[in-house]
């Protein structure tokens, strides 16, 4: 016992004190993409051309970006002879929409939307969800798992992942959705009870990550579910997934400049 | 014929499709039954689309791999598995991919659920509409004898998996895992690469081992494409590996000691785990590791001046988890839990293949970071920790001597960046080989993550395939919950905490 007591002496207390403060993230860390289009040289196409997922699209006023398709790999920045394409520390990513996730030079994405007043009233004070990996490579489920842990005590702001569906309020969803695991997140969804929310999570969720274009998955949640939230990412970092948990239930508002910017 | 007509190979070798000697299927078979009854393991068997059957053996105290292929004249041959238990996965996975009934196979049934690639029909008679884990189960009939179906979505932020336990009160007679529903593709899609998203779905191969695969891939294609990476390149690769086994270690000691209510450790895990990952995050941005390793190189360095800021930050979350872990082995009441839950056979062990921890733990003596050295584990090696029971506790305690040698190779391998310059940029790899053969294995946190490729003769991959450690050991759990307690499942799952993903592919 007294070895269990030292130990908690020694390791402390922990909590992060999110959302009063913003914990640092690293500085290698890749958040919003930024395009600086008057960088980007006459006719070049380095960026569109090294983004395996075809999240870049080259339009007359320079190159925008899809946060729904893009893995957040050094692809892109590292194809750029200018450096006008590169990425910020800024975690914040989430949109209600996935037109919303759309990132062109001088604009930004929209960021994720609180529910409408009546869902507010319903859930804004108590979240529930429960989780469906269909297809996710655990990278994401990882992820959303450690706001469980202790450091981040997700229970503290009102959210809670819950074992059964009827339980919930809603359901969270990693992963492209697989072929296989179509009809088991059509149950799971239609065991949830009235009203209720979808969240997709990830660059699978979104529009199929790695594997947009692979017959064995379904190109995300989207396609099988209503989806009222976006977690762009390959994974999120869990302070992404926490932001845009908070956008969605009004705890963290459009203007809160919790982050970099 | 003996084994000794295959070729002899080693870990990341390419070698020209003609010198790897075509057997007759008999000789193929012998080679086989020869080869795991004298000790080596079945890394690898699979098939290509034109009916010829690929091998690889693991001859992990004489150090070498061996390998040899076999054509069939008819999509059909004689099972292995009656002979040679470790082959029963492969040989199911060979009828479902390319519809090649291994004639004679014990436990013939779907692996993933999806219909044949090739123009074979599905051995099982399966269509479009068929539905996943739908099979023949096995069922134990019986007065009081009930059966419990869990899955595919489970009670917690866990990948799909369907289980079928047949019970009598409290006691497990079998468990039998159906998986599958994970299933994205990621063979099929890597056929006709290398290309621009093939190390991405390496990366994803299974998430929480992005690195293991990662580099297996990289290493196959510096393999084909004849390039040799940087001794520097190399360290840091292996710093990357190891903090990746030191994030899920110390994870997976924290959820063990949930799982039998010892909160502390469970608690101070829950944590540290995320200071390891942060600690890769700060090299590459990416807590997974996503983004670090890059065909040829690396994307992002570790260079000096980060290894020396790295170093304290590395003491301290060494310091916190031997802090946290250390509890575990004084508390009698998790002891008691974990020294007889979970029993897996030592002999067994070695029948049904186990790698990686579940098969150290049974004190099978395999590491491919001893055995197949690769990357800086030649220079600088970390020998196979071993334990003996084959239990949770067995499992567990390999974990903290993994944790153990893991933290004293990080801290020497940081040391020695923080005093070497960095490597100029890596720029792309050449083409690689035509009609070559490569395969590259690495040791993740789970065990022995293999690759194999087969490129055509424009050297692109007419064939790749991927043998996650889940795939080997599943079964372990199965054997491991005979005659538990069903509320112990949880426990002897997380012991093992085997991947869904790296299984379904």
Not at chain 1, 18 to 46: D, H, M, N, S, T
Not at chain 2, 19 to 44: H, K, M, Y
Not at chain 2, 303 to 328: G, H, K, N, Y
Request: with cysteine.
């Amino acid at each position: 016992m007294i070895h269990i007591l030292l130990s908690r002496w020694r390791q402390g207390h922990r909590t992060l004190p999110y959302p009063k403060e913003v914990p640092a993230l690293p500085e290698r860390f890749r958040g919003l993409p930024r395009i600086q289009a008057e960088k980007c040289p006459e006719g070049c196409q380095a960026c569109a051309e090294a983004c395996p997922t075809e999240a870049i699209e080259l339009k007359p006023g320079g190159p925008s970006v899809n946060l729904g398709r893009c893995l957040f790999c050094p692809d892109c920045s590292d194809a750029c002879p200018e450096g006008a394409i590169e990425y910020t520390g800024d975690h914040r990513l989430a949109a209600s929409s996935r037109e919303d996730l759309l990132v062109s030079p001088g604009h930004d994405h929209r960021r994720a939307q609180a529910l409408s007043a009546e869902l507010m009233r319903v859930l804004g004070r108590s979240l529930k969800l429960r989780v469906v990996s269909a297809g996710g490579c655990n990278g994401c489920e990882v992820d959303v798992n450690v706001l469980g842990t202790l450091a981040w005590d997700l229970g503290r702001l009102g959210i809670q992942f819950v074992a059964s569906p009827r339980h919930a309020d809603g359901l969270l969803v990693t992963g492209p959705v697989t072929g296989n695991m179509e009809l088991a997140l059509r149950k799971t969804y239609d065991a949830v009870p009235h009203p209720k929310i979808v969240i997709a999570v990830g660059a699978c969720a979104i529009q199929g990550g790695p594997y947009f274009r692979q017959a064995e998955q379904l190109g995300g949640a989207s396609n099988v579910l209503p989806v009222d939230l976006y977690i762009p990412g390959c994974p999120p970092h869990p302070l992404t997934i926490l932001d845009g948990l908070l956008r969605l239930i009004g705890k963290v508002k459009e203007d809160d400049a919790f982050g970099t910017s | 014929m003996t084994d000794l007509a295959m070729r002899t190979l080693r870990n990341g070798q390419t070698v020209g499709l003609r010198d790897v000697p075509e057997l007759t299927l008999s000789s193929f078979r012998e080679a086989i039954l020869e080869g795991t009854r004298g000790g080596a393991r079945l890394a690898c068997l699979c098939a290509a689309s034109d009916l010829r059957l690929f091998a690889v053996l693991a001859d992990d105290a004489g150090k070498q791999l061996r390998v040899a292929w076999t054509r069939l004249a008819e999509p059909k041959y004689p099972s292995l598995t009656p002979e040679c238990p470790q082959a029963h996965l492969f040989e199911r996975e060979l009828a479902e991919q390319f519809g090649i009934i291994p004639d004679g196979h014990p436990w013939f049934k779907p692996v993933r659920f999806h219909l044949p690639w090739s123009d074979q029909p599905s051995p099982w008679g399966r269509d479009a509409d068929s539905l996943p884990a739908v099979m023949d189960f096995f069922r134990v009939s019986g007065e009081e004898v009930h059966e419990v179906a869990v899955g595919p979505v489970h009670a917690g932020v866990i990948e799909p998996g369907h289980f079928r336990f047949q019970c009598h009160g409290e006691t497990v007679f079998h468990l039998e895992i159906a998986l599958g529903f994970q299933h994205r593709g990621i063979e099929r899609a890597l056929v006709g690469g290398p290309h621009p998203l093939s190390l991405k779905q390496a990366e994803t191969a299974s998430g929480d081992s992005s690195i293991a695969h990662a580099w297996a891939h990289c290493r196959l294609l510096e393999s084909l494409a004849g390039v040799e990476v940087s001794p520097r390149a190399d360290r840091v690769r292996g710093v990357a590996l190891e903090l990746e086994r030191a994030a899920n270690h110390v994870g997976d000691l924290g959820a063990l000691s949930g799982d039998v209510g010892f909160l502390p450790t469970a608690s101070f895990c829950g944590r540290i785990r995320g200071d390891w990952l942060n600690l890769s995050a700060e090299v590459c941005g990416s807590r997974l590791g996503r983004g670090w390793l890059k065909p040829g190189g690396l994307y992002q360095d570790l260079d000096p001046a980060l290894a020396t800021r790295l170093l304290p930050r590395l003491i301290r979350s060494w310091a916190d988890t031997r802090d946290a872990v250390e509890l575990l082995w004084g508390a009698a009441s998790v002891m008691i839990r974990f020294e007889v839950a979970g029993r897996v056979d030592p002999i067994q062990a070695r029948e049904i293949g186990l790698v990686g921890v579940a098969a150290r733990a049974c004190g099978v003596e395999q590491d491919v970071r001893w055995d197949h050295p690769f990357g800086p584990y030649g220079a600088h090696p970390i020998s196979p920790s071993l334990a003996e029971s084959g239990t949770v506790h067995s499992r567990a305690w390999i974990r903290w001597l993994e944790l153990i040698e893991s933290q004293r190779f990080l801290l020497e391998g940081l040391a020695e960046l923080a005093g070497s310059d960095p490597d100029p940029r890596t720029g792309p790899l050449p083409p690689l080989a035509p009609d070559s053969l490569c395969v590259s294995m690495t040791e993740g946190w789970r065990g022995e993550v293999l690759h194999l490729a087969l490129t055509d003769d424009r050297g692109r991959f007419s064939r790749y395939k991927i043998v996650d450690p889940s795939f080997h050991n599943w079964f372990g759990l199965a054997l491991a919950l005979r005659g538990e307690q069903i509320s112990d499942f949880p426990l002897c799952n997380k012991s093992f905490n085997l991947s869904y993903c790296g299984h379904d592919l």
